[in-house]
């Protein structure tokens, strides 16, 4: 089973441009938030970057490796899990203009591949999920900003 969490947060006062660039420096996350505990960058292409993170999970630590597709016109990241710890992990991130404000949204699908136990552990992991996303977000654009979750729960594949 697939977990799927989205969560909004709205900036007031932001700029979309220095917001996205901010949120597209992967690398920068562990000094902004103790959810992350390394990300390591490569860059592939100008425009696609392999990131392989280490985030503190309820009580343990998640390590997987993605691919990320950055489109900076469209304000826009594409990721993939290419290996680690979830059996599907994919999602983006998109930052949008509204009003005097900026709006980040964060929507992501995974599967933990743990069928036996889904129902038991995919409702606790799509809220880790969506808190760790939360506590990422505030970490990068401060703790004043207003934050949806949107969703966070299993659905059928």
Same mark, same amino acid.
């Given at each position: 089973?697939?977990?799927?969490?989205?969560?909004?947060?709205?900036?007031?006062?932001?700029?979309?441009?220095? *917001? &996205?660039?901010?949120?597209?420096?992967?690398?920068?996350?562990? $000094?902004?938030?103790?959810?992350?505990? *390394?990300?390591?960058?490569?860059?592939?292409?100008?425009?696609?970057? $392999?990131?392989?993170? $280490?985030?503190?999970?309820?009580? /343990?630590?998640?390590?997987? *490796?993605?691919?990320?597709?950055?489109?900076?016109?469209?304000?826009?990241?594409? &990721?993939?899990?290419?290996?680690?710890?979830?059996?599907?992990?994919?999602? @983006?991130?998109?930052?949008?203009?509204? /009003?005097?404000?900026?709006?980040? %949204?964060?929507?992501?699908? &995974?599967? +933990?591949?743990?069928? @036996? +136990?889904? @129902?038991? #552990?995919?409702?606790?992991?799509?809220?880790?999920?969506?808190?760790?996303?939360?506590? #990422?977000?505030?970490?990068? &654009? /401060?703790?004043?900003? %207003? #934050?949806?979750?949107?969703?966070?729960?299993?659905?059928?594949?």
């Amino acid at each position: 089973m697939e977990c799927s969490v989205v969560v909004h947060a709205l900036l007031p006062g932001a700029d979309a441009q220095r *917001t &996205f660039d901010r949120l597209a420096d992967f690398g920068a996350y562990p $000094e902004f938030t103790d959810a992350v505990r *390394t990300v390591a960058v490569t860059q592939l292409t100008p425009t696609q970057v $392999e990131s392989a993170w $280490e985030v503190n999970f309820r009580k /343990g630590i998640l390590v997987w *490796t993605e691919r990320d597709d950055i489109d900076p016109l469209a304000r826009r990241i594409d &990721f993939a899990q290419t290996k680690g710890d979830f059996s599907v992990f994919t999602g @983006s991130w998109l930052v949008v203009e509204e /009003g005097d404000a900026v709006r980040v %949204e964060f929507a992501s699908r &995974f599967d +933990l591949g743990i069928a @036996s +136990l889904a @129902s038991l #552990i995919d409702p606790v992991a799509c809220a880790a999920l969506r808190d760790a996303v939360g506590d #990422i977000l505030r970490g990068l &654009f /401060g703790s004043d900003i %207003e #934050i949806d979750a949107i969703e966070a729960a299993p659905v059928a594949a």
